[in-house]
């Protein structure tokens, strides 16, 4: 079953414009992370944040995370035509036995236009 | 590092055929994860593996469903009887630490089309 709710399920926007993208789940977690996804391909990892972590960078990417409200948002920066893709949350139970599964979203599609 | 890699990429068959995947994970890697997703959706977990033994089955894995992972190398995903509930994109991710700190490494999975 899905984690939690992603949203919004869809953004478009222009390039050089930022793109938020906000993500809840339901349970007490060990991480969270967010994945890239381009048409028609595997997952890329992009970032992860602890739960005792509030914020985290790397390039233009932005994450926070909020353990008492169990949402999450992704903030990418300058955004670019190649951003364009699904970008999912994913997060580890904390409680998953240290199996590591991951519990994603349904996604955000973003479209970024040149 | 020649990353995690997933045959065939695109499967179509009939109704009630059999169908096996296959998924090489990064050599290093001792874990190993199937995950199913459908249009618009994101991924869902099927099963895991730790080297060779088969750790967690998820609700979704029916019995027409049954994965290997012989040697702890590669792994096999097969779906017998197939439905058209099984049209799905079906992915495989591997990762090295038991720390749960550690990003999956995801194949470019294989498409199953049932018709």
């Known amino acids: 079953s899905q984690q939690g709710e992603e949203d919004p399920q869809a953004l478009s926007i222009q390039e050089g414009e930022n793109a938020t993208m906000n993500c809840s789940y339901k349970?007490?977690?060990?991480?969270l992370q967010w994945y890239r996804q381009n048409s028609g391909r595997g997952l890329v990892h992009l970032i992860l944040?602890?739960?005792?972590?509030r914020e985290k960078h790397s390039g233009r990417l932005r994450v926070t995370l909020d353990t008492s409200k169990k949402s999450s948002s992704l903030l990418i920066t300058a955004s670019r035509a190649a951003d364009t893709a699904s970008y999912f949350c994913?997060?580890?139970?904390?409680?998953?036995?240290?199996?590591?599964?991951?519990?994603f979203g349904a996604g955000t599609r973003l479209a970024v236009h040149p | 590092d020649t990353g995690v890699s997933q045959d065939p990429r695109h499967k179509i068959t009939k109704r009630g055929q059999n169908v096996t995947f296959r998924c090489d994970p990064i050599?290093?890697?001792?874990?190993l994860y199937w995950y199913r997703q459908t249009l618009g959706q994101g991924p869902e977990f099927l099963t895991y593996?730790?080297?060779?033994?088969?750790?967690?089955k998820s609700r979704l894995l029916s019995d027409r469903f049954s994965a290997e992972r012989p040697k702890g190398s590669f792994s096999t995903l097969e779906i017998q009887r197939t439905e058209q509930g099984d049209s799905a994109m079906y992915l495989c991710?591997?990762?090295?630490?038991?720390?749960?700190?550690?990003?999956?490494?995801f194949g470019d999975g294989t498409r199953l089309s049932i018709l």
């Open positions: 991710a591997s990762s090295l630490s038991p720390d749960s700190n550690q990003p999956q490494h």
């Open positions: 349970t007490s977690i060990n991480n």
């Open positions: 944040i602890r739960s005792n972590e």
């Open positions: 994913a997060t580890v139970d904390m409680f998953s036995g240290g199996y590591n599964k991951l519990i």
């Open positions: 050599s290093e890697h001792n874990r």
């Open positions: 593996f730790q080297n060779e033994a088969q750790l967690e």
